[in-house]
Every structure is written in C-alpha cells, then in structure tokens.
C-alpha cells in the first residue's frame, strides 16, 4: 500500500483514494496515520462507526509495534559495539592496574553491578519478617491482590487492607477480533 499527502486539501491518500490531481508527497504508514489522526474531530454520534474506530485504533497499535520492532533491530547493533568498546575499557584497567582513566571526552571506571534474586522466596520472606527487614523489597501493591480483596470484603464495611488506598478510572481496551 503506498500513501499520499496533498498539501493544498492538507489531506492523506491510501494510493485507491487518490483523487489525481496536484502535487503530493509520498509517506510511509505511519506518518499517513498521523495525518489521518489529525484530520478526524470524530465525536461520538449517530454516525460514530465502531467498527471502523475499533479497526483504525488496532492498525495503530500495529504501527506503534513495527515501529518498537524496527527501533530494537536498529539499536542492537549499536548496543553490541557499545558492549565490545566496554569490554576493551575494562581490559584497558585491569591490565593497567587503575580505577578509573580520564579523557577529554569523559571517564570510565570499573563498578560492581549487582543483580540479587531468591532462590527460595519461603525462606527468604521468612528471614524479612524475622528480621524485620523489609527495605530488602520494592514497595508496591499487587493491584491484582488488592483487586481480589476488594472483591472478596465486597459487604465488608472497609473493603481494603489498613494503609491501603485505590485510585480507580476506566480505561478502553482494545483488542483483536475473530475475524483478524
């Protein structure tokens, strides 16, 4: 599918669509869904068309996908050099027996990186209670705990755990039809 712009009508063409007549530009997918986006002061009406909404919205979603996908392949080759350059810097300290080496550019430096997980989260969460060590954890809130308690304390007059607040909106979710 290839698509236009026709800057006098400030309008974009899927190349079926388009009238003929003109200069126009050539666009890739996304950038034709930006316009479209823009061209569209849709409200919601008798003539609101959910399946087309519905449909737009998924391509979207598609488009933002391909474009995360495009934007990883592009990146990890640069990552790998960067890995490689880091390898040669930490060869360069410890050959030569520094901490750390100056440029103009800026300084690099060897650090420990640590990356601790449980092997046991019985025992671990155990030691945490008995030692009263709870900084060892995030301080978050499951929603989908929370959301459980909430529906089984539902008649409760307090339907959530002491120290605990929700904050509640609704979303739009969309997802993929059958057919697509």
Not at 19 to 46: F, H, N
Request: glycine share 2%; charged share 35%.
């Amino acid at each position: 599918m290839r698509y236009f712009y026709h800057p006098e009508s400030d309008c974009a063409f899927e190349d079926m669509d388009y009238p003929g007549s003109g200069e126009v530009d050539e666009l890739d997918e996304t950038e034709y869904l930006v316009i479209k986006a823009r061209q569209k002061e849709t409200t919601v009406s008798d003539e609101f068309d959910c399946e087309a909404m519905t449909a737009y919205y998924l391509k979207c979603k598609r488009v933002v996908a391909a474009m995360n996908a495009d934007n990883k392949k592009r990146i990890a080759p640069v990552e790998e050099e960067m890995e490689r350059v880091a390898a040669l810097m930490d060869e360069y300290l410890t050959t030569h027996k520094v901490k750390n080496a100056s440029t103009k550019a800026g300084v690099f430096f060897r650090e420990m990186d640590i990356k601790p997980r449980a092997t046991d989260w019985t025992a671990f969460y155990a030691w945490i209670k008995e030692n009263d060590a709870f900084e060892f954890l995030h301080k978050r809130i499951t929603a989908d705990a929370v959301a459980a308690y909430m529906e089984q304390h539902k008649d409760d007059e307090v339907a959530l755990p002491p120290g605990v607040a929700v904050e509640k909106s609704y979303v739009v979710r969309v997802r993929t039809g059958k057919e697509s």
